[in-house]
């Protein structure tokens, strides 16, 4: 079983930055996949991005380019999703998940490739 959560989130506006972190734990993960999902209000959830762990591979979805980056902590399970230029259609519930892997792959993630998530960090973009 792996234990995942998240920290970072807040309120900023239009044109701020913040930065998400996300932890995973468990006996189960020695190698695997972080990846980062948002849901707003009445849409469904979205991928943004992932990143193996510990290796250095990450994707980042098409339309979250340039304006957000994922970073790993190579001495623990540990992601970071840096977010930059906010706009109020950024407000969402930003979730981590992780799932035991030995390989990983350049491409969307779906939310049903996870077992395990985090309960979710409000982002909220206004002025």
């Known amino acids: 079983q792996v234990q995942v959560s998240e920290a970072g989130g807040g309120w900023v506006q239009p044109g701020g930055s913040l930065r998400l972190s996300c932890t995973a734990s468990?006996?189960?993960?020695?190698?695997?996949?972080m990846a980062w999902f948002r849901q707003g209000p009445g849409k469904e959830r979205e991928f943004i991005a992932a990143?193996?762990?510990?290796?250095?591979?990450?994707y980042i979805a098409r339309s979250k380019r340039g304006r957000f980056t994922i970073s790993r902590d190579n001495s623990k399970p540990a992601v970071y999703l840096q977010m930059s230029t906010l706009r109020p259609e950024d407000t969402a519930v930003y979730y981590c998940?992780?799932?035991?892997?030995?390989?990983?792959?350049?491409?969307?993630?779906?939310?049903?490739?996870?077992?395990?998530w985090g309960p979710g960090t409000q982002v909220t973009v206004s002025s």
């Open positions: 468990g006996r189960a993960f020695n190698t695997g996949i």
């Open positions: 998940a992780a799932k035991p892997a030995t390989w990983f792959s350049q491409t969307v993630y779906s939310p049903s490739d996870f077992d395990s």
């Open positions: 990143s193996a762990w510990p290796a250095d591979s990450s």
